[in-house]
């Protein structure tokens, strides 16, 4: 799966089950010091709507969603374009946490609308950023690139919250087009915009995407090339735990599932296949259920691989055709080409050979159009007017 799908997944995942630990997020404790000052109530609510996302993006989905009600119930009763504006976006944002809904791109574009309408240049150029993100996650380049030069001239060089978002989605694209160098130039600034800004779930959410490209990146060569493992697995594997102890520190993640599940992907390029299976097995049915069921199917082949390699030839063989099932012809060109090239491993395991040759044709021609989207990717990120600051 490509990058932010989880977004950047980059994001699904659930509150913690268990009792939530207390949040260190040093943006937070700056908002609420806003709202304890705040003079005037519009100012008090648009903070308030700033507090309900970071809550959420801390796997508060419950708390965010208790006080985003009772804003809506004030501007009910005293609307202000600034506080329906927030609103909007933050309905956007909780529609993308929650299940990747297709709504969220059209309530930000109305939070955009009403921005910039009301003269709100940070507001606009924060929703632009994002406008970006969920473009990049449709693989929508055009939109993409129009929403993060807009982000570029609105947002001021210390508007930290709109230039962390714009530089993750260029370093996104960039490492998607292959252009690491640049992505590293991109991402660079994205961590520092988050630090500066206080905003750990940023640092949390740009350790998981940098980490996910990396490993999609490994995960496409070892399919490729039709290799058990690649180089440098270990250092993925640094970095997917990385970001679980980071979480666990900060007070939880929007997205529990999304980091077993990346650390999975590693294992099974590192051929270790009892434990990639585990942990499949462990996360692999919420995240389908949460919004990821598009995107799964070159998961549940993994899954049928590390069942073949692990004697489980039937449940494998189960599990590769509901793969097939599950395949969806919208999802990403590299997922499709990720399933195919592991189902065609999966049935020559199994003695399958015209299964095998079938498949391993289709992922032919899916990585020749994902090498196609590339170079494309590649040429117009090289012709934008936007540089990383």
Known sequence: MSGSKGSSRPAVKRAPRSAPEAI?????????????????????????????LLLARHGRLDQARSELTGLHQLAFQHPHPELGAWLHFAEGLMSYYTDFSSSAHEKIARAQQIARAASLPALEALCAAWLAQLAYVRHASEEMLRQAELCDRLATLDDHGARYRLCTVMGLAHQYADLNEQAQAWFSQARRHALIDGDDASVSALMYNMAEMRTAQARRASLV????????????????????????????????????????????????????????????????????ARLGSSLLADLAWCRVNLGQQEQGLLQAREAEFELDAHCDVDDRAATHSRLAQVYAALGQTDAAAQQAALAQAEWQEFAVQQAAWAGQLRAAAIQPR
């Open 24 to 52: 260190k997020n040093r943006l937070l404790s700056r908002v609420e010091a806003e709202i304890a000052a705040a003079t005037h109530q519009t100012q008090s609510a648009c903070a308030r709507a700033r507090r309900a």
């Open 225 to 292: 090339a039709a290799l058990a493992a690649v180089s440098g697995g270990q250092g993925l594997l640094l970095g997917a735990d990385s970001i679980k102890h980071y979480d666990a520190a900060m007070g939880g993640s929007v997205m529990p599932d999304l980091t077993p599940l990346l650390r999975a992907q590693i294992l099974v390029v590192e051929g270790d296949f009892a434990q990639a299976l585990a942990l499949y097995e462990a996360h692999l049915p919420q995240a389908m259920a949460s919004g990821l």
